[in-house]
Structures are given as structure tokens and as C-alpha cells.
């Protein structure tokens, strides 16, 4: 697979874009080169395709610009591969809200393009379901590692998102590559510690884990070497809000794999993952203008006390 024969399983296998419609491509300098191949094919598929190129966001979950997330309202498909992440925006929300089906690729590159769409997106969209039906039905949810992880928190009363990487229907939205089940714990509810050892959103892969501690829902403590300094450093410029317990999620995609972008790590089938930060766009009361995610390696979790993982592989 190269990346037009990529391009063409996202927009075609992964989107549905059908002949006539408006697909609206938002990249950016790091990202131009799969944004303009997503539309020469956009174009071959004689869609309406839009090519638009932003300046590179601060920090992920940070706002695209006002005319952009105009734009995304008015467009059948929008498919952003961009530097930092949009997904946990207004702007996605309220374009998904309207009926469009968004795709966000944020950090992808070609390699990690090529081999996540390159997977059995009918597997990947069963085992989704199937993890999220299970978070569906829960109340709490605890988490513990051979590290040293033990947290747990309420999901009573939320609704798991299904980011199968297939969105075909008005105002599906979620990430490509899929795939991941994840929900917005109950705010206030968090309490414990997650020692995040496979990779950090905004430093990548650890060379040394990093200690969360989680006190009624906020991040309280952070300890490690250099990697924890720097997340503290990520941090220092936002406020609480900025350090909730944001979400819970799965990976469910067997060709991903650890790489230190972690629009591919959070997706590894055989880990969990939390985030601190926003997570109103998908079912939390939290706005806020980061939001982080922890890769958890060899995750054993818990749902209303039936073991679902044990050190990583799926019981369910």
C-alpha cells in the first residue's frame, strides 16, 4: 500500500465520500503532502474537493480559525490531517452536530498513514462495539498495572464513543486510523494514580514512566525525571480545568503499534489510555483549551468488578 492506495481506503472504505459531495481537507506545513494526496484523490472520486492549509495549532484541542470551523459546517466531509490534534474542539462538535462526518488525523505521517489503514476495518469496528457496549453498560471503572497503577471512577450515566474509524453516516466523527471505545469518566469521581509508561501526548514515547496522581478528579501530583518536568511545564500556563480526568479509551487496532505519535499509540490494541484536560465534545462538562493523552502498557481493568483486561489481553 502507498499513500494514494491509503487515501483512497479513508476516503472511500473509511468516509463513503460519494461523487458530488463537498470534502473539505484542512492541513497544515507538516501535513501538506498526505492533505494535498487526500485531494488529488478526493478530486478522482469527483467529490468537491476543498484544500485548506492552517497555521500549525499551539497546543492539541486548541481552536482551528473562525473561518475554518465555518467552513467545516457547510462541507458533507471534512478530514483534517493537521499537526495538533481538533478532534476535542467546538469546531469538530459543531460541524458533527450539523451532519458532517469529520475524520481528524492529528500528527499523522505517511508511515503511520500507510500501516494503520492498511488494517481489517470490519474487525477493528466489531472489537470497538463490542468494548464500548461493555463501557456502555458500567458504572466504574478501575485500572491497575504491574507499575503501579490503581485508579478508579465513576462512567455511570455516560455514553462510550465508538471511533471505529469508519464514518459513513451524518455526523459520525471520530479519528483515523481508528480505533478506540473511550468515554468521559464522571467529573469529580477520579481517585488513584496511573503510571503512563508507553507514551505522552505532547513529549511521545517515555524513556521513564510518569506518575499521575488523581485527587476527586483532578491531577494533583506529577513525578518522574525529565519527561514528568516537561509535562508539568505543558501545564503551568492553563489552569484546573486543564488537569481533569478527561477520558478513559481503548485501542482496538491490531496494526498499530507504539511509535511516539500518539494518534497511533492511544489506538494499540492492548492498551488503555487516560487524558487530562477537555472533554465536553463528547459527553464531559469540561471545556478547556488542552487535552493530553497517557498511553497505559498491559493495562488489567476492571468494570463493575469483572476483570475485562489482564496484563493487556482482552477476556471478554
Known amino acids: 500500500m502507498n499513500?494514494?492506495?491509503?487515501?483512497?481506503?479513508?476516503?472511500?472504505?473509511?468516509?463513503?465520500?460519494?461523487?458530488?459531495?463537498?470534502?473539505?481537507?484542512?492541513?497544515?506545513?507538516?501535513?501538506?503532502?498526505?492533505?494535498?494526496a487526500l485531494w488529488e484523490k478526493a478530486r478522482e472520486l469527483k467529490a468537491e474537493a476543498i484544500y485548506t492549509e492552517i497555521i500549525p495549532r499551539k497546543v492539541h484541542g486548541e481552536e482551528p480559525p473562525k473561518p475554518i470551523a465555518e467552513a467545516m459546517k457547510f462541507a458533507d466531509v471534512v478530514i483534517a490531517p493537521t499537526t495538533k490534534s481538533i478532534t476535542h474542539t467546538l469546531a469538530k462538535k459543531e460541524a458533527c452536530e450539523r451532519g458532517v462526518r469529520v475524520a481528524t488525523l492529528p500528527g499523522i505521517t505517511e508511515d503511520v498513514f500507510v500501516r494503520t489503514l492498511n488494517a481489517d476495518y470490519?474487525?477493528?469496528?466489531?472489537?470497538?462495539?463490542?468494548?464500548?457496549?461493555?463501557?456502555?453498560?458500567g458504572?466504574?471503572?478501575?485500572?491497575?498495572?504491574?507499575?503501579?497503577?490503581?485508579?478508579?471512577?465513576?462512567?455511570?450515566?455516560?455514553?462510550?464513543r465508538r471511533s471505529t474509524g469508519v464514518y459513513k453516516n451524518p455526523g459520525e466523527c471520530g479519528n483515523l486510523p481508528g480505533a478506540?471505545?473511550?468515554?468521559?469518566?464522571?467529573?469529580?469521581?477520579?481517585?488513584?494514580?496511573?503510571?503512563?509508561?508507553?507514551?505522552?501526548?505532547g513529549i511521545g514515547l517515555l524513556k521513564n514512566p510518569i506518575k499521575l496522581t488523581f485527587v476527586d478528579g483532578y491531577l494533583e501530583k506529577i513525578e518522574g525525571g525529565d519527561e514528568a518536568r516537561k509535562l508539568e511545564e505543558i501545564l503551568a500556563p492553563y489552569g484546573k480545568e486543564a488537569r481533569n480526568l478527561a477520558e478513559f479509551g481503548v485501542g482496538t487496532n491490531p496494526n498499530a503499534r507504539l511509535s511516539g505519535n500518539i494518534l497511533e499509540d492511544e489506538k494499540v490494541f492492548g492498551t488503555v489510555h487516560i487524558a487530562i484536560g477537555s472533554n465536553y465534545d463528547f459527553g464531559g462538562k469540561v471545556r478547556a483549551p488542552i487535552h493530553l493523552d497517557g498511553i497505559i502498557k498491559e493495562p488489567t481493568v476492571f468494570v463493575d468488578g469483572e476483570m475485562v483486561f489482564r496484563d493487556g489481553k482482552l477476556l471478554v
Open 3 to 36: 499513500i494514494y492506495d491509503a487515501c483512497e481506503v479513508a476516503l472511500k472504505k473509511c468516509l463513503g465520500v460519494k461523487e458530488g459531495e463537498i470534502v473539505l481537507i484542512i492541513a497544515d506545513e507538516n501535513t501538506r503532502k498526505i492533505g494535498w
Open 139 to 160: 458504572t466504574q471503572v478501575r485500572i491497575v498495572t504491574r507499575l503501579g497503577t490503581d485508579i478508579s471512577f465513576s462512567i455511570e450515566g455516560r455514553k462510550a
Open 122 to 137: 470490519d474487525e477493528i469496528v466489531e472489537l470497538t462495539n463490542k468494548i464500548a457496549d461493555i463501557l456502555d453498560r
Open 180 to 201: 478506540e471505545a473511550y468515554i468521559a469518566p464522571v467529573e469529580g469521581t477520579g481517585n488513584g494514580t496511573v503510571v503512563v509508561d508507553g507514551s505522552m501526548a
